[in-house]
């Protein structure tokens, strides 16, 4: 099945394809910058012959290319630099090759700090222990080709290997396992001295199952780590350990889980890495490594579920990869479809209704934000090479997506059905690449043709073209809806029965609904509560106080939105302090936007701007009509 040309690379698949990556890296914290070299070992596929190598590359300086096979210095060019996508490698061949030729190619390349998108320096003071420097990548979604010359398509799939050397006491650690050096075979890092000056580390790793060039990652830090399962530690700086290790208890479980419903986890570890505050994302699933926002240790375990979604990825991302990014809901879908399912597992169908709900809630409000007839708002949208794909990463693929898979459940006859089908899904395209027309050929040849389905239909229209036939309300939303009701007639009112007995016992997840209700309305212009309404709720209610960092930035929104002032140096607090996507971007859209904060959104950018990641960095820019 054809996989659709990915717009995202420069590299073309179809004449040579990347099966294995060696490492050999210094992460300089005095330079502030990574250098090294990469080794490609290349399969020719083209027929005809072939005389160039194309690779991608952003930020890099590329300064030698050798024929390893020959030790034979190599010719390259570099192409203009496009904003999104870098600029094209194209390395000249010693001679013409075809099929089934192969090709080893070593690169030697460095790249800084503020010239790449994937990588962030960290200074002691920026960090949780204030003592040593900190190094992180994200290479979601196409800049893998910031930190290393590559074929930086998910098309490609490829092992690695690995040596990384850093300064002493420093630790390093990868998407990969962990080899001790007195197992090193002589390919890892191979014939590479450091050029760093005398205290260095080495650091070995493998990873043996192909993966996107996305999810190649790499951290060094000031490091500890604690067993929370027979196959999972977490890792983290000294002082957050033992939060850590007593937030995370309940992986294993998860694991578990998951297993009984899509089969065996092949990654050997799952092990998770606490990042600093300025980590863009809830999660990051990086293979036998999960990286996560320090946002999720809040005491309580109420955010462990972003857990349950990295674990799903093992299979729905990692192990079963998309070939293009408009195909993400593949990945992202499957994965919250199996989130929920693991939480309802491990938490019960309660709790997974009030998921299901909230991100139900989550996606309406997207689609009416956006447009119902606008391309973003479709499963499988159109995606022209000078969209970014990181902007795909909407409630759309995650929300849409999940909705999809819980519609064709319903339709085949339930989980009865669809289970055993998913997880042989599963276990045929494990390691394989996937597209939408691979999983509509797998479906419709289990299933045949279904009254009603018009998958087509699905997959291309905007908006919201399928309903569940089963709308009943879940138990745990009907408090909700009635307290919703309360405080929109209190709203209209001006006074009201309001009571903190009226929240009494409820779950993070029905505050979590009732915040995100509350929202809506008032977005929509349905409630319309003002800065007294807003101070009074919190006097009730105080939600301004809880633990949970997504509940607390539910209502600084409201607040917001309603002109009330007093929130404004919390949230400002949270802006300097924090760079979870998640949370800067709302708080940043809806200061903006209100009457309230426009300058103040724009100061505390201007000085926060540093302290973000890259990625965060360019979508508040876009958000504040920065035109960076």
Known sequence: VD?????????????????????????????????????????????????????????LEVQEVVDDTRDTKLDFVLGE?????????????????????????????KVKDEDSPAIQFLQPHQTAGG?????FTQCHAINARSLVPCQDTPAAKVTYTACIRVKTPLKALMSALAVPESAVSGGIGKRRPSTLASGFHAFFFEEKIPICTYLIALAVGDLVSADIGPRSSVWCEPGVVKAAAEEFVGTENFLAAAESLVGEYRWERYDLLILPPSFPHGGMENPCLTFVTPTLVVGDRSMVHVIAHEIAHSWFGNLLSIGNWEDV????????????????????????????SSGRNELLLFIERTGKDHNITRLVPDLTADEDPDALFSSVAYEKGCLFLDYLEEKVGGRGVFEPFLKDYTQEYAMKTVSSAVFR???????????????????????????????????????ALKVQQQITDYALAGKGELSEEDIAGWSVEQILFLLSALLASQTSASLLLDANATRELDRIYRFSSLKNGTCVNLW???????????????????????????????????????????????????????????LTAKFVAMDLNLGI
């Open 3 to 59: 996989m659709g040309k990915d717009l995202s690379t420069y590299s073309d698949i179809s004449k040579v394809i990347t099966k294995s990556i060696d490492l050999s890296l210094d992460v300089d914290f005095d330079a502030l910058e990574v250098r090294g070299w990469t080794t490609l070992h290349l399969e020719i596929l083209a027929e005809e012959e072939i005389r160039e190598v194309v690779l991608d590359v952003k930020g």
């Open 329 to 356: 809901w593949l990945s992202e879908g499957f994965t919250v479809f199996l989130e929920r399912k693991i939480i309802e597992r491990v938490y019960g169908m309660d709790t997974k209704e009030m998921h299901s």
């Open 441 to 479: 050929q797998y479906f419709e040849k289990r299933f045949g043709y279904i009254d009603g389905l018009d998958f087509d239909n699905c997959l291309k229209s905007p908006g919201l073209p399928f309903e569940l036939a089963n709308k009943a309300t879940p138990r745990l939303v009907i408090p």
């Open 131 to 135: 003592h040593h420097p900190y190094f």
């Open 81 to 109: 630099e496009h904003k999104l996508l870098g600029r094209k490698l194209t390395i000249v061949l010693f001679q013409a090759t075809r099929a089934p030729e192969t090709l080893t190619i070593s690169i030697q390349h």
């Open 556 to 614: 600084q929104l409201i607040c917001i939105s309603a002109g009330d002032s007093s929130v404004l140096d919390p949230v400002v607090e949270v802006l300097r302090n924090n760079g979870r996507l998640r949370y800067v971007r709302p708080l940043y859209k809806s200061l903006y936007m209100s009457s309230i904060g426009r300058e103040l959104a724009l100061d505390t950018y201007e000085a926060s701007k540093r302290f973000y990641h890259p």
